[in-house]
Each structure stands twice: as structure tokens, then as C-alpha cells.
């Protein structure tokens, strides 16, 4: 079993930026680990991913402004989001053990999420 937990999340205009962090339990090698988002009435939404072998995965719509890392040592992932715009608006949550970058069917270990709400 994994545990994870978000935290980062609050509000913020437009333009402007904030950092998610995921809390894992414990050391998780050799799968997937990611972010997702989902607004209320819309399906889950795959942001960003940190595949085996450190190679990072981006949605259209993260890439060029979102920035996916990790820290190993201290069982730490991070969600790097500049220019952010009221479309980014959403609860996001971290997943752990997948099978594929951004898709969260894959996914077998998920945070309780943390709300982003961007105004203009």
C-alpha cells in the first residue's frame, strides 16, 4: 500500500503560479507516477507523468507551462504550474503505480487531491 497526499493547492489570479507537492509513503520504482485534474461534471484529465526511467509526459495543454519532478530522497513529487490560466481551474491529485503515462485508469494509488482555482 501506498499513501499519498497533496498539498500546494489555493487560489490565484491569472498569470500567475503555483506549486503542487505529493507526500508518498513510501520509495515507488520501476512505475508510473503523475498528476491529474478534474473538474466537477468532466472526466478525470491526465496533466503531467514521471515514467520509469525519469523520462517526463506532458497533456497538450500542460506542456511548455507545467513542470512534473520528483525528489527521490525525500519521497516528494512535484507540480511546477506558471501562467496559469482559469481553464486550469480543478481539483488535482497525484496517482502512483501506473501502467501509462496519462491515463488514470492505469493508476493504482491516488492522493485526496487539492484544489487549484485560477480568477481572471
Known amino acids: 500500500q501506498v499513501q499519498l497526499a497533496e498539498s500546494g493547492g489555493g487560489s490565484v489570479q491569472a498569470g500567475g503560479s503555483l506549486r503542487l507537492s505529493c507526500a508518498m509513503s513510501?520509495?515507488?520504482?520501476?512505475?508510473?507516477i503523475g498528476w491529474f485534474r478534474q473538474v466537477p461534471g468532466k472526466e478525470r484529465e491526465g496533466v503531467a507523468c514521471i515514467k520509469p526511467r525519469g523520462v517526463t509526459g506532458y497533456s497538450t495543454s500542460a506542456k511548455g507551462r507545467f513542470t512534473i519532478s520528483q525528489d527521490k530522497s525525500k519521497n516528494l513529487m512535484y507540480l511546477q504550474m506558471n501562467n496559469l490560466n482559469v481553464e486550469d481551474t480543478a481539483m488535482y491529485y497525484c496517482a502512483a503505480d501506473g501502467t501509462a503515462c496519462l491515463t488514470g485508469d492505469n493508476y493504482k494509488y491516488w492522493g485526496q487531491g487539492t484544489q487549484v482555482t485560477v480568477s481572471s
Open positions: 513510501r520509495s515507488i520504482y520501476g512505475t508510473y
